[in-house]
């Protein structure tokens, strides 16, 4: 099969279309004829020789596509299923994926849409579970228009909480759209927030890592109301938790979802389509910072 790969650790340029073995499933896991594959940051800095030492390695953590072998135990399935899910050996940036964590993909959505969804939803449930996110909270997200942070504001919203989010201004309308009460970041920051909620806030998510941990203990009251995903050295230095999958992924988010999609309470974030062949140009468009939303990759 086609494959994304790469051989030596670098920038996008490392990266090629090999052919490799087709996998094949284990017990409990299925394999997929892949459609659209996910693009994160956490791509480029297993690239970057960040992550896993080892070479060669594969890429990609998010497919979507149709089900064509089941693995032994599987009988959830049925082949020729549309789903979506998790490739655990990050391997989805292929022809075929191997699928360990996986849900039926909604009804309304086509496989680019879908492909968009694991990572941002997975990481926004998780974080708000390890808060305790729920209905009557006041729940601050810092980086709220990205992929990530969108899908915490909605998924927070539909718990019955009150969202505050920061972003730049150029995206204060779409958080409004999306449930929350936009406010800029950067100094100042306490300040704004109180002007909205005067007894600060609950509780408080970091998705952008911009240093912002101090403020959001101040506003929260505690270290123990902040979690961060982005701020590793932050969260050790102010005692912050940091949310991180290998302490426990929020796979159930993936079935979760689809009831806040189909009854419009979920909009799905901007997605940029590059086909599988230009990876490397998929990369380099999300390194720059371009626009808001996911980059999907489009397997034909």
């Known amino acids: 099969m086609k494959a994304a790969r790469f051989s030596r650790f670098g920038g996008p340029e490392v990266l090629e279309i090999a052919d490799l073995p087709d996998p094949h499933p284990g017990p409990g896991q299925i394999r997929i004829a892949v459609r659209a594959a996910g693009v994160s940051a956490s791509d480029w800095k297993k690239r970057s020789g960040l992550m896993d030492p080892d070479l060669p390695q594969t890429i990609g953590y998010e497919a979507a596509g149709v089900v064509d072998e089941i693995g032994v135990g599987v009988d959830n399935v049925n082949h020729g299923d549309r789903v979506y899910g998790f490739s655990d050996d990050g391997a989805s940036q292929?022809?075929?994926?191997?699928?360990?964590?996986?849900a039926p993909i909604p009804s309304s959505l086509d496989f680019a849409g879908a492909a968009a969804l694991p990572a941002a939803v997975e990481t926004a449930t998780r974080a708000l579970d390890q808060l305790g996110a729920g209905d009557g909270s006041t729940v601050l997200i810092s980086g709220a228009s990205g992929s990530v942070g969108s899908a915490a504001v909605q998924l927070a919203a539909a718990r019955g909480a009150c969202v505050i989010g920061t972003a730049s201004p150029a995206s204060h309308e779409y958080l409004r759209s999306i449930g929350a009460e936009p406010v800029a970041y950067g100094d100042g920051l306490v300040e704004r927030v109180r002007?909205?909620?005067?007894?600060?806030v609950d509780l408080a998510l970091d998705v952008a890592g911009s240093g912002v941990l101090p403020e959001l203990v101040e506003l929260t009251g505690g270290a123990d109301h902040v979690v961060t995903i982005a701020d590793f050295a932050g969260a050790q230095e102010h005692g912050v938790r940091f949310s991180r999958g290998d302490s426990g992924r929020a796979h159930h988010a993936l079935a979760g979802i689809a009831d806040l999609i189909a009854s419009g309470r979920f909009d799905l974030p901007p997605v940029q389509?590059?086909?599988l062949t230009e990876v490397a140009e998929a990369h380099r468009f999300g390194e720059k910072g371009h626009g808001r939303g996911k980059i999907v990759?489009?397997?034909d």
């Open 273 to 275: 389509t590059f086909p």
């Open 94 to 102: 292929a022809k075929l994926a191997v699928l360990s964590h996986y």
């Open 195 to 200: 002007a909205i909620s005067p007894t600060g």
């Open 297 to 299: 990759l489009l397997v």
